[in-house]
């Protein structure tokens, strides 16, 4: 990631200004995300951002995509508060947009679904509609709850935690 990152001075110097928002906002809060900060903004930096300017033909420092709000955007898939899959979906309609991350996943209802009770109800529905994957992972299939998980990913439409749910399919079954 380094060697890509300084490649192009522009993506170097907007990464700079991302971390430098990052840090700003580790001195600000008392309660630190699990994931490292700098190496989670390099990650989609590296991956999403660059594929989406490299398909728009356009530089780092050419999007509308200004680096207070990448670095809002990482923290919130550090807070796990969205996924990664909806960060790809948001930052997609940043570059479109220029809008702020926080008010895109407002408008769009893409925040996390972290609430045990609205979790459970989900995975009691995906786990009578699935009886056979059930039973693979009751007979020792793990493969079995990767595919439930999925399914309750996919009936949250990608807003479930993927770990809290696998933990509650794991209880209920």
């Given amino acids: 990631m380094a060697e890509i990152l300084v490649r192009d001075k522009s993506l170097a110097d907007y990464f700079e200004a991302v971390v430098s928002e990052l840090k700003q906002h580790d001195r600000e809060t008392k309660e630190k995300p699990r994931k490292p900060l700098p190496a989670l903004a390099a990650a989609h930096l ?3 951002f660059l594929r989406i300017l490299a398909a728009s033909s356009a530089g780092a420092g050419d999007t509308r995509v200004n680096p207070e709000n990448f670095a809002e955007l990482v923290l919130y898939v550090a807070e796990e508060k969205i996924s990664n899959l909806v960060a790809k979906e948001i930052l997609e309609e940043m570059f479109q947009t220029g809008d ?4 895109i996943i407002e408008r769009k209802g ?9 979790l459970e109800n989900i995975v009691r529905h995906v786990v009578e509609e699935n009886p056979s994957a059930v039973e693979d992972y009751k007979n020792g299939k793990e493969a079995a709850l990767q595919f439930l998980v999925g399914q309750v ?3 949250s439409r990608g807003k479930a935690n993927p770990k809290k749910v696998g933990g509650i399919l794991k209880k209920i079954i």
Wanted: no cysteine; net charge negative.
């Fill in 46 to 48: 590296t991956g999403e």
């Fill in 100 to 103: 702020d991350p926080s008010d």
């Fill in 110 to 118: 893409l925040w996390q679904l972290s609430d045990m009770g609205d």
């Fill in 153 to 155: 990913m996919k009936e």
